[in-house]
């Protein structure tokens, strides 16, 4: 069964930048459209970036130009490039793994970002 583990979250000053890693073992992570999410306490999840099979990428409007996701499908893993981060972008990150055409739809537990001076 397909378990994204996210990694690479942590504290960082205004200004500062991350790189997220999102690792899905299994034969089908090449065809799976990958999502990076976020979720601040009292709030609902919101999409943060997604690219799909095809390398098309897409972002919310409040990280374009700051953020960048990308994938290796050898190392069946996905990464989110955060620069020039701002303190309303702390939340808990979560890598999300999707194949609809097989249904699967799995979760990471989530990496926690903090952006504070």
């Known amino acids: 069964q397909v378990q994204p583990v996210e990694s690479g979250g942590g504290l960082v000053q205004p200004g500062g930048s991350l790189t997220l890693t999102c690792v899905a073992s299994g034969r089908l992570f090449s065809t799976a459209a990958m999502g990076w999410y976020r979720q601040a306490p009292g709030k609902e999840r919101e999409k943060v970036a997604s690219i799909n099979a095809l390398n098309d990428t897409d972002y919310a409007d409040t990280v374009r130009g700051r953020f960048t996701i990308s994938r290796d499908n050898a190392k069946n893993a996905a990464f989110l490039q955060m620069n020039n981060l701002r303190p309303e972008d702390t939340s808990v990150y979560l890598c999300?793994?999707?194949?609809?055409?097989?249904?699967?739809?799995?979760w990471g537990q989530g990496t926690q970002v903090t952006v504070s001076s």
């Open positions: 999300n793994f999707l194949v609809p055409l097989f249904k699967i739809n799995r």
